[in-house]
C-alpha cells in the first residue's frame, strides 16, 4: 500500500501506539517522505503533532465513531447539566459564597477574603480584627469558596468550647455546613476507632484537643483546612531567653503539620 493510499483525512478519529488516547485529526500534509499529522486527543483536548513513515502509519488504526443516542431521560440529563453549572459557578461569580449564603457581608469582610486570602495559593493566614467584626463570617466565607473549587473535603475547627453553640449555629444556618462535636464523650463511645478519621466536618475544643491522651490520636488525621478561634492562646512565651511552649502551642504545631490550609482567627493582633 502506497504513502499516498495512507493520507489521512481532517476529522478522522486514529488511535495508535503514538499517543495515550484516541485523537482526532486537525490537518494532515506530506513533508518530505513522510506525513506530518496535527491531532487532538478526544478524552484531554491536549494537541499532537507528528511525522509520521510509511511504516508508522501501518501502524496506526481508523475508528468508527459509533452514532450518538440522544433517547435518554432528558430531566436526568438536565440535572447533570446543572449540577455541572452550579459545580462551576464561581469561574463566573467573583462573590459566589456570598451570593450562595444567608449572610449580608460589610465591606471590609468582602475585602478580606477576596482580595488578600483567597489571593494566597495555600492560605496559611492570621485573621486579627476587632471583637465582633465578624470573623466567623469571612472564615465561613473561605471554607464555601474553598469547598466550590474542590481543594477542601476534610475541616477541623478548633475554639474554645464556650464558642461551640455560636460556631455550630453559624455554620448551619448561615452556610448550610454541619459540623459534628468531637469531646470526650464521643471518643469514650468510640473506643477501638479514631472518631478523627471518620469525621470529615469536625468541631472541637481547644483545652480538649491538646490533652495528651488525645493529641496521639488527632496527629493520625490530616484535613484540608484547619480554622482556630482565638488562636492567640496558642502562642509560645519566652523568659529571659528561655522559651516555653504550652500544650496549646504544642496543639497548634501539630495541626499546622497535619493540614494543607490554615486560618487562624483573633481579636488580639499581635
Known amino acids: 500500500m502506497g504513502l499516498e493510499e495512507k493520507l489521512i483525512e481532517p476529522e478522522s478519529v486514529l488511535e495508535g501506539p503514538f499517543w495515550p488516547e484516541p485523537v482526532r485529526v486537525i490537518s494532515s500534509k506530506r513533508v518530505g517522505m513522510g506525513i506530518e499529522v496535527s491531532c487532538v486527543g478526544l478524552k484531554s483536548d491536549r494537541f499532537y503533532s507528528r511525522i509520521f513513515t510509511e511504516s508508522d502509519l501501518i501502524k496506526i488504526k481508523k475508528i468508527e465513531l459509533g452514532i450518538r443516542d440522544f433517547s435518554s431521560d432528558a430531566e436526568a440529563f438536565f440535572l447533570f447539566i446543572e449540577g455541572k453549572r452550579i459545580r462551576f459557578a464561581y469561574q463566573f461569580d467573583p462573590l459566589y459564597a456570598v451570593n450562595v449564603s444567608q449572610i449580608d457581608p460589610l465591606p471590609h469582610q468582602i475585602d478580606a477574603v477576596y482580595y488578600h486570602i483567597l ?111 482565638e488562636a492567640h492562646k496558642m502562642a509560645a512565651y519566652e523568659y529571659c531567653g528561655r522559651r516555653k511552649e504550652t500544650q496549646r502551642y504544642k496543639l497548634g504545631s501539630l495541626l499546622s503539620r497535619n493540614c494543607n490550609f490554615m486560618l487562624f482567627l483573633t481579636a488580639t493582633p499581635p
Not at 479514631?194 to 484535613?223: C, G, H, Y
Open 119 to 229: 489571593k494566597h495559593p495555600r492560605i496559611r493566614f492570621l485573621l486579627a480584627d476587632d471583637p465582633g467584626a465578624g470573623k466567623t463570617i469571612m472564615a465561613g466565607l473561605v471554607l464555601k469558596e474553598l469547598k466550590q473549587r474542590g481543594l477542601v473535603n476534610r475541616v477541623l475547627i478548633v475554639i474554645p468550647w464556650h464558642l461551640r453553640d455560636q460556631w455550630l449555629r453559624e455554620m448551619k444556618e448561615k452556610f448550610g455546613e454541619t459540623f459534628r462535636v468531637i469531646d470526650r464523650a464521643v471518643i469514650d463511645t468510640s473506643w477501638g476507632r479514631n472518631v478523627w478519621l471518620e469525621e470529615n466536618q469536625a468541631i472541637t475544643s481547644m483545652d480538649f484537643a491538646k490533652q495528651e491522651d488525645v493529641m496521639p490520636s488527632l496527629a493520625e488525621a490530616r484535613w484540608d483546612l484547619v480554622i482556630v478561634d
